[in-house]
């Protein structure tokens, strides 16, 4: 990867803040369909059996308010956080090397397949063992947790098209959030307080910073916890930490090793076997 002094790199990539800000809006609206049956299986698990709302005014309510919450993401969150990342990748060269050299006419990087290859394989495999692991580990302590607790785990089923929509929506914004931006972020951070304000970041640096925002990745779904109805207990924060933070570690080793392209791709693969390959055969 071409690193922070390369004559190659912009002063500023303008033309993919500007085409990462178009994708925002589609590619978080994606989201909306799982979210809006995985969310709402929780909702309406939680509701009082006295409420006098009815089912359909409460969907209406909650899908627009998802609407709302997506749109207003990608505008506050996205769009910002996507900028400051590639504020950060000027002084650390950490980018998307193969969108940067298309869209400014760049001789190719090599290596482009055998590194989407690479991070395609490496996400699966992190996608199996992860599912490997709280099936066999992380749910039976669930279910032995909530049983004590009298909380009845909500019946969730969503469609294999959902999963889908929803793995390219991760793949997309929780990249740039915890890659671009938090990764390429911290590490700068790092080089600055130890003198080196450009040029590629220690590796001491760049594990430490992987870490960090590996553990945000992890934390970043406790949220799901409550929104499904499940207790936010040691167990199912631990789990949530752990297998979240395993896999986000090899999508923050592939994205400086690679670019942020194959975090994605990496994150999408991971993604498919969790809300794809599960719809199919569990």
């Known amino acids: 990867m071409e ?19 178009l994708l925002a809006i589609p590619l978080g609206l994606a989201v909306l369909p799982y979210s809006i049956t995985v969310s709402g299986s929780g909702m309406t698990a939680q509701l009082p059996e006295n409420t006098s709302l009815s089912p359909e005014a409460m969907q209406a309510v909650f899908v627009a308010t ?22 950060f990748a000027k002084w650390t060269g950490l980018d998307a090397p193969y969108i940067r050299a298309w869209l400014y006419r ?3 990087p090599a290596g482009l ?17 992860v599912l490997g692991l709280n099936i066999y580990i992380f749910d039976p ?45 911290l590490a700068w951070l790092g080089g600055l307080l130890f003198g080196k304000k450009t040029g590629r970041p220690a590796l001491a640096l760049l594990w430490t910073a992987n ?59 991971a993604d498919l076997i969790l809300k794809v390959v599960l719809v199919f055969f569990l």
């Open 141 to 185: 302590l669930l279910a032995k947790s909530m049983a004590a607790a009298g909380i009845t785990i909500p019946d969730i089923r969503w469609t294999w098209w959902e999963g889908l929509l929803a793995s390219i929506s991760a793949a997309f914004n929780e990249e740039i959030w915890l890659r671009l931006f938090l990764l390429n972020g």
């Open 211 to 269: 870490v960090l925002s590996a553990l945000a990745f992890g934390a970043l779904h406790i949220s799901n916890l409550v929104v499904i109805g499940l207790p936010v207990d040691i167990v199912t924060v631990s789990s949530v930490l752990i297998l979240n933070g395993i896999i986000g570690l090899l999508f923050g080793w592939l994205y400086w090793k690679h670019g942020l392209e194959s975090a994605m791709v990496s994150h999408f693969a």
């Open 3 to 21: 690193t922070a002094n390369s004559p190659a790199q912009p002063k500023y990539q303008w033309r993919t803040l500007i085409l990462f800000s």
């Open 106 to 108: 760049q001789p190719k």
């Open 113 to 129: 397949g055998r590194a989407m290859l690479i991070a395609a394989a490496a996400g699966a495999a992190a996608g199996g063992l």
């Open 66 to 87: 998802m609407i709302l919450i997506t749109l207003g993401q990608a505008v506050l969150i996205n769009i910002p956080l996507t900028a400051l990342g590639l504020l």
